[in-house]
C-alpha cells in the first residue's frame, strides 16, 4: 500500500482527510505554529501587501499571515478541503480578523487574482498528482519577483514519527503504507533536487531550500494521537477489528516508548525551508 495520495476525486479525499485535522486542529495548530512563524517571517510579509495561502487547511498561517500584512492587506487561504474550510472561515469570524478571504480551489489548475505579493504554505504543497503544473500555475498567481516560501516535510527517515509506528504496527496488518518521494503525499518534495526541477520548470527563479528542524515538545498521548489518528496509520486502521487495533496500539505505544523522557516527547519534525522569486 502507498502512503501516495492518488484518488481521482482529491476534493473527495481531503474532505475525508480533513475531517482528522478539523478534529486535532488546536494539537496541529500548537505542534507546527514555530513553522507557520518561520515561513512567514520568511516572506518577509509588508503591511498592505497580498499573500495567497496554500493548502491553508483550518488557516493557522492564513491568520498569522493576515497578522503581517494587516487591515489594508490580503491574506488569502486556498484549500481543496471544504471542510477545512469551513472550519477556516469560522476561526477567521470568531477571530474578528479583517483582510482575510478563504477560497476553495485545487492550486494546481485555478487561475488566482489578483496577483499576489507572496505565496506561502505549511505543508500544503506536497499533495499535487501534478507538481510540475501546480508550481507553475502558483508562479503566475504572483506579480514579477513576487515570493514563494513553504514548508515541507524531509525523508520519512528523518522523521522518526512517520517510520517508528509504521515498523511497530507492521506485524499486525495485512499492509502498511509505504512513504514515496516521487508521488504524490506526505513526502511528495522531499527530495530538494526533485523539487528545485519542479520550481525552475516553473519559472522560479533563485530557489534556495534549507533544512528546518523543530522539536516542539509533546506529551505522550499527543505524540500517540499523531501516530494513530493523524498519520499514514489512520487509513490502515481503519478497517481492522478492534482486537488488531489494541495490538497496534499497544506496539506503537511500546516503540514511542523510548522516545518520552518525563512524560515529554521531542520528536523533531525535519522540514525543508523552501524559498523562491517569480
Ligand atoms: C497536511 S494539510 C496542511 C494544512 C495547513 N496548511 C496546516 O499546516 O495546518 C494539507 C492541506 O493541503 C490541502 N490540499 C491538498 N491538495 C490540494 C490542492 N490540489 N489544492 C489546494 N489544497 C490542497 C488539503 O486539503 C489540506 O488542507
Redesign the pocket.
Known amino acids: 500500500m502507498s502512503d501516495a ?1 492518488l484518488e481521482k476525486d ?2 473527495a479525499y ?1 474532505d475525508r ?2 475531517k482528522v ?1 478539523v478534529e486535532q ?1 488546536a494539537l ?2 500548537r505542534l ?1 505554529a514555530p ?2 512563524k518561520v515561513v512567514v517571517d520568511r516572506a518577509d510579509l509588508r503591511a498592505g501587501e497580498r499573500v495567497l ?9 492564513t491568520f498569522e499571515a493576515a497578522w503581517r500584512v494587516g487591515p489594508q492587506g490580503l491574506a488569502v487561504g ?4 471544504g471542510a ?1 474550510l469551513q472550519l477556516a472561515r469560522q476561526r477567521a469570524g470568531e477571530a474578528g480578523l479583517e483582510g482575510v478571504d478563504f477560497v476553495q ?4 489548475t ?1 487561475v488566482f487574482d489578483p496577483p499576489f505579493d507572496a505565496i506561502i ?9 501534478d507538481p510540475f503544473a ?1 508550481f507553475e500555475n502558483l508562479r503566475r498567481a504572483v506579480r514579477p519577483g513576487g515570493r514563494l516560501v513553504f514548508a515541507s516535510w524531509r525523508s520519512a527517515e528523518d522523521n522518526a514519527i512517520a517510520g517508528v509506528p509504521l515498523e511497530a504496527a507492521a506485524p499486525f496488518l495485512p499492509s502498511v503504507p509505504v512513504f514515496e518521494t516521487d508521488a ?1 503525499g ?1 513526502f511528495g518534495l522531499a527530495d530538494p533536487d526533485r523539487t528545485r526541477t519542479i520550481l525552475e520548470a516553473g519559472g522560479w527563479r533563485n530557489v534556495r531550500i534549507e533544512p528546518l528542524d523543530d522539536p516542539t515538545p509533546v506529551s505522550f498521548d499527543e505524540l500517540l494521537t499523531m501516530s494513530l489518528r493523524v498519520g499514514p496509520l489512520n487509513p490502515a486502521l481503519a478497517n481492522q477489528d478492534e482486537a488488531v487495533r489494541e495490538k497496534v496500539r499497544e506496539a506503537v505505544t511500546r516503540a514511542l516508548e523510548p522516545y518520552v523522557k518525563d512524560g515529554v516527547a521531542r520528536m523533531n519534525s525535519a522540514c525543508w525551508l523552501v524559498s523562491a522569486e517569480g
Not at 495561502?53 to 498561517?61: E, K, M, N, V
Not at 486556498?78 to 478541503?81: E, F, L, N, Q
Not at 504554505?121 to 498528482?129: E, H, L
Open positions: 495520495v482529491m476534493s481531503w482527510a480533513g485535522w486542529q496541529l495548530d507546527y513553522i507557520a495561502d496554500i493548502g491553508c487547511g483550518a488557516g493557522a498561517t486556498a484549500d481543496i478541503s477545512l480551489a485545487d492550486a494546481q485555478h504554505s505549511r505543508f500544503g504543497v506536497m499533495f499535487f498528482p501546480a504524490p506526505r
